[in-house]
């Protein structure tokens, strides 16, 4: 059973692990094991930010740094990587510790993203950049084709953050409230609360991040009416 | 005159452009020129960050990935980089604009240490990675190997604090902001604040000290800069 999943995933990764046991470390939270994915996560990490800085380097070639350093920002970071963990199953091939299987490990954004940079970094040690590229172009093209450089820069979560900071206002809080659909079709519905005002309202995306950015424009609306 | 130069600066880097004007472009700062250095630097950036990831990776197999990132950030920040720049006499190959050349810009740590970058970029545009790996080795390589784990190296709230404290400047102030999601999935989010000199900036990590940490780094960066 397991064999199949992890033969569906290296299918998804649009690469096929010459050495399995990166793939398994990779898939290793550092709660279960001693061979766990730290160090792969670091290396995986470094490889994400060349090929995506590549990518926009080369797809944007009138845009400013600045420009290309928040848009890389916005496909590289945490609950990006979570939806992309969550679209390839990640969460049911994780080797977690009993602790961390108990407390639903195998959902949490922080844990799914660095499995995703664990594996890359795998791949990167396996087989180097070429293949490596393959698989975030596979994993991230159709972010990368959403992307409008023209599209203002502040965010609503950011707009809403740096509205609550300036009037000393506790900041949000944002939660998943539910998931449906699955694999390459799901809709994340989250909350955006500030407690102290007691004002909730909720968005819905095709990501987490979208479903958040929506969640806090509204929030935002209602805080500035 | 400016020939020679050029040749003497690809005979250190090991490396003889194919195309002579990324070069050029890398030598660019953004005040001479519209075909400036700056998206060249957003690549060498990432370039440099792979390579020097994988150096450790495979250098230091016993060590954490908190150990390698902190190795990484002492061998890729910006005083190294500026020394790596006079080392390669890169200050007088420098196009700035007048006013930059007026206030000593090519002796400027920031302005030299993004050239340096830029000219990584410049080479793996042109080469790709290997051949910038042969540049970082030779440019990198006898800090490598002063490189030394079981040093411990200061964290940031450290050096935050004994930067102040040489000059007499009081010291920051940490202040949880927010604290969200529930058990063992808490995020935190600190402010580090020094007042005398109107700064503040936040973190955020699994941990209040994490967060902390991580306010501290910024503020030390903007107190650097």
């Known amino acids: 059973m397991k064999e199949i999943k992890l033969k569906n995933l290296q299918k998804r990764l649009v690469y096929s692990?010459?050495?399995?046991?990166?793939?398994?470390?990779?898939?290793?939270?550092?709660?279960?094991a001693?061979?766990?994915?730290?160090?792969?996560?670091?290396?995986?990490d470094a490889v994400l930010g060349l090929i995506v800085a590549?990518?926009?380097?080369?797809?944007?070639?009138?845009?400013?740094?600045?420009?290309?350093?928040?848009?890389?920002a916005s496909l590289v970071n945490r609950s990006t990587l979570a939806d992309i963990a969550r679209e390839l199953s990640l969460g049911e091939l994780l080797s977690l510790g009993s602790g961390e299987k108990k407390s639903g490990g195998h959902r949490r954004d922080s844990i799914l993203?660095?499995?995703?940079?664990?594996?890359?970094?795998?791949?990167?040690?396996?087989a180097g950049l070429t293949a490596t590229q393959k698989t975030v172009n596979a994993l991230f093209n159709s972010r990368v084709d959403k992307l409008d450089p023209s599209v203002?820069?502040?965010?609503?979560?950011?707009?809403?953050q740096e509205h609550l900071q300036s009037r000393q206002i506790p900041l949000p809080t944002y939660d998943v409230i539910n998931i449906s659909g699955k694999d390459h079709a799901q809709t994340f519905e989250v909350?955006?609360?500030?407690?102290?005002?007691?004002?909730t309202a909720n968005g819905i995306g095709q990501s987490r991040r979208i479903a958040e950015q929506q969640a806090?424009?509204?929030?935002?609306?209602?805080?500035?009416?």
């Open 54 to 72: 590549e990518i926009l380097y080369a797809k944007f070639p009138a845009q400013p740094e600045g420009k290309l350093t928040r848009m890389r």
């Open 191 to 199: 909350s955006c609360s500030i407690a102290s005002l007691d004002i």
């Open 17 to 32: 692990f010459e050495n399995q046991n990166l793939l398994l470390q990779a898939l290793t939270h550092r709660s279960a």
């Open 34 to 44: 001693k061979a766990h994915n730290e160090r792969l996560e670091f290396l995986g």
């Open 113 to 126: 993203s660095d499995t995703v940079e664990a594996i890359l970094g795998a791949i990167y040690l396996d």
């Open 152 to 160: 203002q820069i502040k965010d609503s979560k950011t707009q809403l």
């Open 216 to 225: 806090a424009k509204q929030v935002l609306e209602m805080v500035l009416s």
